[in-house]
Every structure is written in structure tokens, then in C-alpha cells.
């Protein structure tokens, strides 16, 4: 088993759990936790995700003991590329898109390490927070001559900019959480030891604010970035005229006129 889950008050918790390997992923894992984060975005159950993992590590993404077994099935040195090919489209990228579109939000608990892959997957999340203890390492050119992974470039150099993580990624850097959290990379840096206290309370607030529509929320921060002024205006004014048709902004109102927390619990169906 390479991942573990407890759903406790609609907060679904996976625990990354091979920590004397620094949690990595087989070829098979990739594809079944891609699986099985698809499975809790789609389920009512589910109102919040948060991944975390155990020992000294976050996870240092691909087990490349697991990745040159299934690229090499016939124990030669020649690399089969249509199985490559296979293990991106349906492990690791598939993987990497069902944290970045959950219909639910995702939470990442860096308790330690996180490299390679593995970056991927805490950056793909909605809400990164961070132990003392957690650090970024980039290892894919310097340490195996590759191009960083599982959306890894594209999350990196989007929270962090060109001029951080373009020489991060050429030189292998270490980045401390401290680092991490100036370059925006992440969003608190918390004691180890109240590291999953805390992200249990930023997901149980979550989970008890208007879960529907925050795929929106995500859509419109990414967006923002990449287009300009005037596209995003235009968002914002299509999707609204969506949104103030729920029952969601509907008790957002009342609330506000009684003077009181809003219950967006009560207007999922």
C-alpha cells in the first residue's frame, strides 16, 4: 500500500506511507491514486482533500526502481516507448490533472521533503502549507538529465517566476519552506508537530464554505494569468450571472441580512 485514507467529518486525508523510501510511487501507484483522487472528486461524501505524508519525507515522486521495471519488461536496456508514453497519459499526467481540476479542494500538508514528481502533486493543490522541516528540491536535470514532471515546470514557475525557477530547476536547488513560502510557492509555514492540526482546520473551513463553486474560484486565480483584463472581466460577469442563481449566493444573502454565519451545507443537493 502506497497511500492511506481517513474520512473524518466530510475531510478525506491521504497519507503517502512508505516513509523509509521517502513516499515514492510505483508506476501502478501514480495511476491508482490519480484514480482514486478522481473518485473522491466525484463523491458527495467528499467536501475536502488533504495529502500528506509520513516519516522525513512529502514524496520524492516516481520509485525509479518501479519505473525502469515497467520500461525495461523484458529486463534489457532498450526502453519501450509506447510504454512511457502509457505511464504519463495514464498514470502520472492523469494523476497530476485530477488534483489540479477536483471538484472538491485540495489541501497539501508538506511534512517533509518533496521532489521530483512529487512537487507536482503539492503544487497542484488549492492550499499548501508547510512544516518547518519541509523543503522543494528540483532533481530532474542535474540529478537524471530530464525535464521536471507531473506539471512540476508549469506549477513552479507559475507560483514562483522565470527568474527563481528557471536556475532552481537548472542547478537542483534546495528551496527551505521559509524559501518556499517568499517565492509563493506556498501559502504558511507551521511547527511539524501542529502541521496536520492545522491543515484539518483549514480544510474543515473548506468544507464548510460554498464547495460547488470553487472549481470557479481556481479557474478564475489561473486564468488570471494567462489572459488579459478585458477576457477576465468577461469571466467574472458570465460566471456570476451563473452564481447568483444558486441556492448557494441565496444564503449567502440571508445570512448576511439576519447577521449570521452563512449554511452552505444546506444548499447541496
Same mark, same amino acid.
Given at each position: 500500500?502506497?497511500?492511506?485514507? @481517513?474520512?473524518?467529518?466530510?475531510? &478525506?486525508?491521504?497519507?503517502?506511507?512508505?516513509?523509509?523510501?521517502? /513516499?515514492?510511487?510505483?508506476?501502478?501507484?501514480?495511476?491508482?491514486?490519480?484514480?482514486?483522487?478522481?473518485?473522491?472528486?466525484? /463523491?458527495?461524501?467528499?467536501?475536502?482533500?488533504?495529502?500528506?505524508?509520513?516519516?522525513?519525507?512529502?514524496?520524492?515522486?516516481?520509485? &525509479?526502481? !518501479?519505473?525502469?521495471?515497467?520500461?525495461?519488461? @523484458?529486463? =534489457?536496456?532498450?526502453? @519501450?516507448?509506447?510504454?512511457?508514453?502509457?505511464?504519463?497519459?495514464?498514470?502520472?499526467?492523469?494523476?497530476?490533472?485530477?488534483?489540479?481540476? !477536483?471538484?472538491?479542494?485540495?489541501?497539501?500538508? %508538506?511534512? =517533509?521533503?518533496?521532489?521530483?514528481?512529487?512537487?507536482?502533486?503539492?503544487?497542484?493543490? @488549492?492550499?499548501?502549507?508547510?512544516?518547518?522541516?519541509?523543503?522543494?528540491?528540483? $532533481?530532474?536535470?542535474?540529478? %537524471?538529465?530530464?525535464?521536471?514532471?507531473?506539471?512540476? !515546470?508549469?506549477?513552479?514557475?507559475?507560483?514562483?517566476?522565470?527568474?527563481?525557477?528557471?536556475?532552481?530547476?537548472?542547478?537542483?536547488?534546495?528551496? !527551505?519552506?521559509?524559501?518556499?513560502?517568499?517565492?509563493?510557492?506556498?501559502?504558511?509555514?507551521?511547527? $511539524?508537530?501542529?502541521?496536520?492540526?492545522?491543515?484539518?482546520?483549514?480544510?474543515?473551513?473548506?468544507?464548510?464554505?460554498?464547495?460547488?463553486?470553487? $472549481?470557479?474560484?481556481?479557474?478564475?486565480?489561473?486564468?488570471?494569468?494567462?489572459?488579459?483584463?478585458?477576457?477576465? %472581466?468577461?469571466?467574472?460577469?458570465?460566471?456570476?450571472?451563473?452564481?447568483?442563481?444558486?441556492?448557494?449566493?441565496?444564503?449567502?444573502?440571508?445570512?448576511?441580512?439576519?447577521?449570521?454565519? $452563512? /449554511?452552505?451545507?444546506?444548499?447541496?443537493?
Amino acid at each position: 500500500m502506497e497511500f492511506k485514507t @481517513d474520512l473524518t467529518d466530510g475531510v &478525506l486525508t491521504f497519507t503517502l506511507c512508505q516513509p523509509e523510501k521517502l /513516499n515514492p510511487f510505483s508506476v501502478e501507484g501514480f495511476m491508482e491514486f490519480g484514480q482514486a483522487i478522481s473518485e473522491a472528486s466525484e /463523491n458527495d461524501e467528499v467536501e475536502a482533500i488533504i495529502i500528506t505524508g509520513e516519516g522525513r519525507g512529502f514524496s520524492v515522486g516516481v520509485d &525509479l526502481a !518501479s519505473l525502469l521495471g515497467f520500461l525495461r519488461p @523484458d529486463g =534489457g536496456k532498450d526502453m @519501450d516507448q509506447k510504454r512511457l508514453a502509457a505511464m504519463f497519459d495514464e498514470g502520472v499526467n492523469a494523476m497530476a490533472t485530477a488534483i489540479n481540476t !477536483s471538484k472538491k479542494p485540495t489541501l497539501a500538508a %508538506l511534512n =517533509g521533503i518533496v521532489a521530483g514528481g512529487g512537487i507536482g502533486i503539492a503544487l497542484g493543490c @488549492d492550499v499548501i502549507i508547510a512544516s518547518e522541516k519541509a523543503a522543494f528540491n528540483m $532533481p530532474f536535470v542535474t540529478g %537524471l538529465g530530464i525535464l521536471p514532471d507531473c506539471g512540476s !515546470s508549469w506549477l513552479f514557475a507559475r507560483a514562483a517566476g522565470r527568474g527563481r525557477a528557471l536556475p532552481a530547476i537548472l542547478l537542483g536547488e534546495t528551496v !527551505s519552506a521559509q524559501e518556499a513560502q517568499s517565492w509563493g510557492l506556498i501559502w504558511k509555514v507551521v511547527a $511539524p508537530d501542529a502541521l496536520l492540526e492545522t491543515a484539518r482546520g483549514i480544510a474543515a473551513r473548506l468544507a464548510a464554505g460554498p464547495v460547488q463553486m470553487y $472549481p470557479a474560484v481556481r479557474h478564475a486565480v489561473d486564468a488570471a494569468s494567462a489572459q488579459g483584463l478585458q477576457d477576465q %472581466l468577461a469571466y467574472e460577469r458570465e460566471k456570476n450571472i451563473e452564481l447568483v442563481q444558486s441556492d448557494a449566493f441565496e444564503e449567502g444573502v440571508s445570512a448576511f441580512g439576519e447577521k449570521r454565519k $452563512p /449554511n452552505f451545507r444546506a444548499t447541496r443537493g
